[in-house]
């Protein structure tokens, strides 16, 4: 059964720096989303893709991150410039034409 | 707005007993609505949805869920709990939005015990 997959599974790193979160989704779907999960907190909403291109972003995307689809399996999410309170599990989601949305097991995002 | 509300917390039962984990939502139009499970750090796998039909759906697992249109509530549900169901459920609702993102609940601990 196809699945979405992340990389890195944990990723620690210094305030200040960027990191980039990695992404494959399910082959044939066309839209990608990215969630953030802070710690004992809901799932929430970043950004959605769709077409090579940004469809929507919530308030928490501002100008530090960034989303890419570089070829056509990977689908990444970039910030600039950690902050303290990036700290958070990401995950990847994709969809095909029928509404649910397929999550990758997240990537656990540190920063120190 | 769109709102997803899961009133408990946490939700314990025995082994063997009927579960229900109850979720209500606040949409404008018809509601497209989700339930997802997420066992300790891993990543939500789908359960079930309701998109229109039968007000009683059902997923993978052994997992029902009732629509209610009027109470506005999506429960969660199954006849014969086992210590494996043990994990965080989340309720979700899609957005009215084009892009379709979820919107998701606070989430509900679900404690099976032997």
């Known amino acids: 059964e196809p699945e979405v997959t992340q990389t890195p599974s944990h990723q620690v790193t210094q305030m200040g720096q960027e990191v980039i979160l990695r992404c494959v989704p399910i082959?044939?779907?066309?839209?990608f989303y990215w969630y953030r999960q802070i710690l004992g907190q809901k799932v929430e909403f970043l950004v959605s893709?769709?077409?090579?291109?940004?469809?929507?972003k919530s308030e928490i995307f501002d100008d530090q991150f960034s989303v890419e689809r570089p070829d056509g399996s990977n689908f990444t999410l970039k910030i600039r410039s950690t902050k303290l309170e990036d700290s958070a599990m990401y995950f990847c989601?994709?969809?095909?034409?029928?509404?649910?949305?397929?999550f990758g097991p997240g990537t656990r995002l540190t920063v120190t | 707005a769109q709102s997803v509300a899961q009133p408990e917390d946490q939700v314990n039962v025995a082994e063997g007993n009927p579960l229900t984990v109850k979720c209500t939502y606040s949409?404008?139009?018809?509601?497209?609505l989700f339930w997802y499970v997420q066992y300790p750090n891993r990543g939500l796998q789908f359960l079930l949805k309701?998109?229109?039909?039968?007000?009683l759906v059902k997923g993978s697992y052994g997992f029902e869920a009732e629509f209610n249109k009027s109470q506005t509530s999506f429960h969660l549900k199954k006849p014969s709990a086992l210590v494996s169901d043990s994990a965080l459920y989340f309720c979700?609702?899609?957005?009215?939005?084009?892009?379709?993102?979820?919107?998701f609940g606070q989430g509900t601990t679900l404690q099976v015990k032997p």
């Open positions: 989601a994709s969809r095909a034409a029928t509404y649910e949305q397929y």
């Open positions: 309701y998109i229109t039909g039968d007000n």
């Open positions: 082959s044939n779907h066309l839209y």
């Open positions: 893709f769709y077409n090579n291109e940004i469809s929507e």
């Open positions: 979700a609702v899609r957005d009215s939005s084009n892009t379709g993102k979820l919107i």
């Open positions: 949409v404008s139009g018809n509601p497209y």
